[in-house]
């Protein structure tokens, strides 16, 4: 059984840092891509970054560039999100997700899309605010 488990999350003030962590269990030996999306209230989910399962590859939103960064730690089967220098507009649920790396790197939809991935965690929330 393929499961997610994110930690971490919290409540920080603006220009904070978290880390939020990913536990992949169950997943069958081969090349899976995982990913961060985050969902605020009355807004779509969307993608924040995602990392191949070698982690030579890397993916992030724009809004999110130079100050996020994504990594792996394969023999913990652990994927990490270090975010620093928060926003408010950084708040939501965030979600962490795995998707076949053939089907997301043959697709031509983006790399960043949740319709690509097929298993998810059920969600950390992070608020920003003072």
């Known amino acids: 059984q393929q499961q997610l488990v994110e930690s971490g999350g919290g409540l920080v003030p603006p220009g904070g840092s978290l880390t939020l962590s990913c536990v992949a269990s169950g997943f069958a030996s081969g090349h899976y891509v995982i990913a961060w999306f985050r969902q605020a209230p009355g807004k779509e989910r969307e993608g924040v970054s995602c990392?191949?399962?070698?982690?030579?590859?890397?993916n992030y939103a724009d809004s999110v560039k130079g100050r996020f960064t994504i990594s792996r730690d394969n023999a913990l089967n652990t994927v990490y999100l270090q975010m620093n220098n928060l926003k408010p507009e950084d708040t939501g649920v965030y979600y962490c997700a795995a998707g076949s790396y053939l089907k997301l790197y043959s697709s031509s939809r983006s790399i960043l899309s949740p319709d690509g991935y097929d298993s998810w965690g059920q969600g950390t929330q992070v608020t920003v605010s003072l």
């Open positions: 990392i191949s399962s070698g982690g030579g590859a890397t």
